[in-house]
């Protein structure tokens, strides 16, 4: 089983910055890629930002600029996302999805909970 622990949200004026992080534990062999995607409301969930375990990065069109997605493996392994140049339509929950590599050679993904990103105009 693995858990993760998002944290970082809250609520921001245009223009301001965020940094999300989501850090994930217990019983795997290595993690793979990490992301960060959000929904908001009415909405599908989209993907905001991925990294693979190599630190190749993708982003959604609309962050390219402002996002920076990074990761710490090792005993930490947690994701980050700072996000600057915050705008409206940037508001939503932000989960963080990782995908594992467990004991039975099979790759595994795990969600976090969601944190609530908000910036007001």
């Known amino acids: 089983q693995v858990q993760l622990v998002e944290s970082g949200g809250g609520l921001v004026q245009a223009g301001g910055s965020l940094r999300l992080s989501c850090a994930a534990s217990?019983?795997?062999?290595?993690?793979?890629?990490m992301g960060w995607y959000r929904q908001a409301p009415g909405k599908q969930r989209e993907l905001v930002a991925q990294?693979?375990?190599?630190?190749?990065?993708?982003y959604v069109e609309s962050v390219k600029g402002r996002f920076t997605i990074s990761r710490v493996n090792n005993a930490k392994n947690t994701v980050y996302l700072q996000m600057n140049s915050l705008k409206p339509e940037d508001t939503a929950v932000y989960y963080c999805?990782?995908?594992?590599?467990?004991?039975?050679?099979?790759?595994?993904?795990?969600w976090g909970q969601g944190t609530q990103v908000t910036v007001s105009s």
């Open positions: 990294i693979t375990r190599g630190e190749s990065t993708n």
């Open positions: 999805k990782v995908v594992v590599l467990t004991s039975r050679a099979a790759l595994d993904d795990y």
């Open positions: 217990g019983r795997f062999l290595s993690i793979q890629d």
